[in-house]
């Protein structure tokens, strides 16, 4: 199984009206060399798994350390 990362805006209105669609759209593309349209339903029977996170803001990290939940940070340089 091949693995594939891509990271992307979760609102971005301009370019996509669904950031996990739009994922799926673009890792598709890629595989597969094909164009699949926007406003074309995609065909995920070949898809074993889909894996998607999300970046958490720096204001919702404070809220949760003052409220001493416990929390974990990660942070990604470069995006």
Do not use: W
């Amino acid at each position: 199984m091949a693995t594939r990362v891509l990271k992307l805006l979760s609102e971005d209105p301009a370019n996509y009206s669904d950031a996990p669609r739009e994922g799926i759209r673009r890792v598709l593309e890629e595989v597969t060399g094909r164009s699949h349209p926007r406003d074309e339903p995609l065909d995920t029977s070949r898809i074993a798994a889909i894996r998607m996170g999300t970046t958490v803001r720096r204001a919702d990290a404070d809220a949760c350390a003052q409220e001493q939940q416990p929390t974990v940070e990660e942070r990604a340089v470069g995006f």
